[in-house]
């Protein structure tokens, strides 16, 4: 277990607690460990105030001063001391309780107690329930308002500087957790506040309202607005008769005392139980696997309240903590559609799924299963997509079952099972955290991965971890980094196999580790011959010294994490520069251990599941070859049915197969392929030519267009089942809501065609279809739902007695001798490059504020009003060069389709390479990109596309709006909350007496 400590400026570090100890408290023994922090061990043993001690996570910040207890004789903050063996402790003292009361007391002068009346008094504020545990009757320390006004400015959230207790809680997670360094408070001002960027507003500001700060916040001073007026009883009425009922209960109180009214409020806030579901959750987002519980109202969403998260505790992101709205948008499908004309028509569920299952039925019987297809989203559960790949198999008879992992992160299985067995991140994000040097290639982590982000921002800015980039354009990882360097878009495998050589050329390589797990070295070295350092520096165009230096990094670096994305998955090479990481990971020994490792970052919330759980033309669940026929005997004996042999097609074969005539029906679930997959008009044409297309889905996207008939489904929120996160993590959603109008959740839709189409399913439950998954598959042999509750997670291979491997590979790689392969190697270059008549390279990806394509996203208002439209990023010389200002309309073309968008000038992306956003509201920008695509797997080469741009005569505003965090935000890091800023005010003393000690840490 590591500690986090902090005092004040001086920045705390990772540090290992030492053996168990016993110190004396309130006379009592207790166990507790050296090192670690006092207010942790006394908490055990005796409930005491701790208003600004959050966590270790965060780390004592020693602002509130409610800790405060007795050590041999000294009042001290707990929170502020480690433990010392022998010490002896006492809470109980009179000196003790009338500091902590003393201290309670400041905090009061700083925040006016209104609890029946506000919405923050749901049984979790702190200053609440330290009101009434401290039995507080009167305050010395009057209560007032602070000169300023409230800030309403964040689409999502507001801040109360009046009713700001000064805990600094926030600015530490800001700071410290989320590490977007926004927030400060101003200790020197005559009323200190927190300010955003070292000012007063929000708005502006570089906050990327991840929300970190809310959910820290032990009182109301930030709050999500989506709460105001809500959570209690009384705190909708008109804000007049609201400060009316505060006027009388502030005038009573001098007479009454708190304790008579604190019971009221403590009744109010026991009774909104009722009225407040809390469910917990899985973000729907991206593959970190955030969890959470979602706070509702009937069907009003009130706050995403994160704590338990084994993978997140407190931390969210914007997408994750704000971006509900899209659940009861107007635009959700909530009963099924069927074809008419040019449009289409309500119907009943009776009529459209015997519409679906005569059609469906009629095709197979006319053109055999193999004319048939099946896609499941990465965003349904496993269970959804369980059931899918049975249906597709057991029902219609063919192995054509796809998800859209086969858009991004197919290479990185690829390369994982070329060379080390399974097709997963091996270790915990937890493991990245440690290790020693994090290498980021081709990954925009803290716009697509943010939460993931945070930990490696957090470890490189407080822990020494060493950071190096490999990305074309200058994200936010990519301005943090210790060396960012920009290789030629494509030729990524050159300078990582060049790494490994350098590795095996100057003895870095470890040869002890390679000796007895690893095979192929003496192949593999072979094939390394071309790749010099120098070779390298040319093809990559990147210099030789920034190369070399990478080298001896990694050659220092007490371990080795690699992230990788898109940028290496999206490529002709793409298998093959995931299996270059990976040799590189072999050479340098940075596997089998619990730091370093590979870790291809899963985009979708359930994208690893959706491999895992067989929703792949070659694959039944848990990875087991199709083609083999003790696998194939297996489901044939469980399901009862006989299976087809023969693989089937991805989904990049199947748009090729309704072209040529061999595919005639698909049913897409979830998978807004127009948009996703490349060429958007050549899977536009395809889909144009099938004989009967159905889409199942929770809005009309650009795919619906060409469907005949469109069954409404059900989001996260509205359903039960598990999610697979990057990390291997099994997580349990909860049922938040219920389903929308006439929607479904998908295995409940998928099990009526099935048994439409002759199957005799009776799946009441996720869980039942779990348990049968979890029977059948290895990996997921010891998965159940009572394992699973609640924030219990498990990451697979799970044993069947449920033991689970957070770290995979202690043992041996899953290979029948036990060893790894080293996978040899040539390079190539892409297919297509930029000529004279496409003179710019087009690379694409996520933006933070949104998902993907928009299809949620851009349903939530406060997410639209930072970010309205999509845009093409270029390059300040380009704009030079061209004349171009933020706001012009160009064209762009490319050899695949064209369309018109506005620019956004910007240092991120350099020369003649352009960045061009994925948000689709305005049309798929697939448009543009080609079929072409990695052998290996089939997935579309999206970031090697070549463009031109015409300027068109319209000049428009800044596509990004001033509210955005890149629009003028200018950050304020510092270590953390400063508190030694505020010991110095002349207006500070201690409480409790003159003489209490500062620990210093
Ligand atoms: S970035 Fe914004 S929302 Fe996130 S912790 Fe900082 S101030 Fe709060
Ligand atoms: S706004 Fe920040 S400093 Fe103020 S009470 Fe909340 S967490 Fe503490
Ligand atoms: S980091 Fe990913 S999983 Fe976490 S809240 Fe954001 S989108 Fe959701
Ligand atoms: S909890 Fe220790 S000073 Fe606030």
Redesign the pocket.
């Known amino acids: 277990m590591s500690v986090l400590q902090l005092s004040g400026d001086v920045v705390y570090g990772q540090q290992e607690l030492t053996g168990e100890v016993h110190i004396s408290i309130d006379g009592t023994s207790v166990a507790t460990s050296e090192g670690e922090l006092l207010v942790e061990a006394v908490l055990r043993h005796n409930e005491i105030p701790h208003i600004?001690y959050h966590s270790p996570l965060m780390g004592p910040i020693q602002t509130c001063d409610t800790c405060i207890v007795e050590v041999d004789g000294k009042l001290v903050r707990s929170c502020g001391t480690k433990v010392v063996p022998g010490m002896k402790v006492v809470t109980e003292s009179k000196r003790a309780k009338d500091a902590r009361a003393e201290a309670f007391d400041v905090i009061l002068g700083n925040?006016m107690l209104y609890c029946t009346v506000c919405d923050n008094n749901n049984e979790n504020c702190r200053v609440h329930n330290t009101a009434l545990a401290l039995n507080v009757e009167h305050q010395e320390h009057e209560f007032k308002p602070k000169p300023y006004e409230v800030d309403m400015s964040n689409p999502f959230y507001r801040?109360d500087p009046s009713?700001?207790?000064?805990?600094?809680?926030?600015?530490q997670a800001c700071q410290t957790v989320q590490v977007n360094e926004t927030?400060s408070?101003g200790w020197e001002l005559e009323h200190p506040r927190?300010l955003w960027d070292g000012g007063m507003q929000i708005g502006g500001s570089s906050c990327v309202s991840c929300g970190h700060?809310i959910t820290?916040?032990?009182?109301n001073?930030?709050m999500e607005k989506s709460m105001l007026g809500e959570a209690g009883f009384l705190s909708g009425m008109p804000k007049e008769s609201l400060n009316k009922m505060i006027d009388v209960v502030k005038a009573i109180e001098p007479e009454m005392g708190y304790g008579a009214i604190m019971q009221v409020s403590q009744t109010e806030s026991v009774m909104r139980e009722e009225r407040i579901k809390k469910t917990k959750t899985v973000c729907t987002y991206c593959g970190v696997g955030c969890s959470y519980d979602v706070w509702t109202k009937d069907r009003k969403i009130l706050k995403i309240s994160p704590l338990h998260g084994d993978t997140n505790q407190i931390s969210t992101c914007v997408k994750g903590k704000f971006g509900w709205d899209f659940v009861n948008s107007k635009d959700r499908l909530q009963t099924p559609l069927i074809r008419e004309g040019a449009g289409f028509r309500e119907a009943t569920w009776e009529e459209a799924l015997s519409l679906v299952t005569t059609k469906l039925g009629s095709i197979k019987q006319q053109y055999g299963p193999d004319a048939l297809s099946v896609i499941i989203s990465s965003k349904a559960t496993n269970e959804d997509g369980y059931l899918m790949q049975k249906f597709a198999r057991a029902v219609v008879g063919t192995n054509n079952i796809d998800n859209c992992s086969r858009y991004c992160q197919s290479p990185a299985t690829m390369g994982l099972f070329r060379t080390v067995g399974y097709g997963g991140d091996s270790g915990s994000i937890e493991n990245i955290a440690k290790s020693g040097l994090v290498l980021i290639v081709g990954s925009n982590t803290a716009d697509s991965h943010p939460v993931l982000a945070t930990r490696v921002k957090r470890a490189h800015k407080l822990f020494g971890q060493r950071l190096i980039v490999a990305d074309p354009r200058e994200h936010e990882m990519a301005r943090r980094a210790d060396i960012h360097f920009r290789p030629r878009p494509g030729t990524d495998l050159v300078w990582i196999s060049a790494m490994s050589r350098y590795m095996l050329d100057n003895g870095h390589a470890k040869q002890e580790f390679l000796d007895q797990w690893v095979n192929g070295l003496d192949e593999y070295r072979k094939s390394l011959e071309p790749f010099t350092m120098e070779y390298a520096a040319r093809i990559c165009e990147v210099p030789l010294e920034t190369l070399e230096q990478v080298a001896e990094e990694i050659a220092a670096a007490r371990s080795v994490a690699v992230l990788w994305a898109m940028g290496i998955t999206q490529h002709m090479r793409a298998s093959d520069g995931s299996t270059a990481i990976s040799n590189l990971l072999l050479i340098t020994g940075n596997y089998m251990r619990d730091e370093g490792g590979a870790y291809p970052l899963r985009g979708h919330n359930n994208v690893q599941g959706a491999g895992d759980i067989g929703a792949a033309p070659i694959y039944y669940p848990g990875y087991q070859p199709v083609t083999d026929a003790a696998n194939r005997k297996k489901f044939e004996d469980a399901w009862g049915v006989s299976l087809p042999p023969q693989r089937g097609m991805d989904n990049h074969q199947m748009v090729d197969a309704i072209y040529e005539g061999k595919l005639r029906a698909m049913y897409v679930a979830g998978e807004d392929m127009i948009s996703a997959d490349s060429n958007a008009n050549h899977v536009a044409g395809a889909f144009e030519k099938l004989d009967f297309f159905v889409v199942q889905d929770i809005f009309f996207t650009e795919t619906c267009r060409y469907a005949d008939v469109i069954l409404p489904a059900s989001p996260a929120l509205e359903k039960d089942g598990t999610f697979s996160s990057t990390e291997r993590r099994i997580q349990r959603l909860y049922q938040a809501l219920p389903e929308l109008g006439d929607s479904r959740a998908d295995w409940k839709i998928t099990q009526d065609i099935a048994n439409r189409m002759g199957a005799n399913w009776n799946y009441q439950h996720p869980s039942e279809i779990m348990a049968e998954m979890a029977s059948l598959t290895p990996l997921y042999a010891g998965v159940s739902y009572e394992r699973l509750e609640g924030y219990k997670t498990l990451q697979w291979p799970v044993a069947p007695d449920g033991t689970d491997q957070p770290v995979l590979y202690l043992n041996g790689f899953p290979f029948p001798d036990n060893k790894a392969r080293l996978y040899p190697l040539d390079f190539r270059e892409p297919d297509e490059q930029p000529d004279a008549d496409f003179d710019l390279f087009l690379n694409n990806g996520r933006m933070l504020e949104h998902f993907h394509e928009g299809n949620m996203t851009a349903r939530v208002p406060g997410i639209h009003e930072e970010t309205p439209e999509r845009y093409i990023e270029i390059s300040e010389e380009l704009a030079k060069e061209r004349n171009i200002e933020s706001g012009r309309w160009v064209r762009v073309t490319s050899r695949h389709g064209s369309l018109v968008i506005k620019t956004l000038v910007t240092s991120r992306v350099f020369g003649y390479q352009v960045y061009l956003p994925l948000l689709s509201q305005e049309g798929p920008i697939n448009i543009l990109t080609g079929s072409h695509s990695d052998p290996a797997t089939n997935t579309p080469a999206y970031k090697e596309t070549a463009v031109r741009i015409k300027l068109l005569p319209e000049q428009g505003t800044n596509p990004l709006r001033p509210l955005n965090p890149r629009y003028s935000g200018k950050p304020t890091p510092q270590s953390g909350v400063e508190v030694e800023r505020k010991w110095k005010r002349k207006d500070y003393r201690m409480p409790g007496s003159e003489k209490l000690v500062q620990i210093q840490l």
């Not at 820290?216 to 009182?219: Q, T």
């Open positions: 600004c925040h801040y009713q700001c207790i000064l805990c600094g809680q926030c600015v927030l408070i927190v700060c820290v916040c032990p009182c001073a930030l």
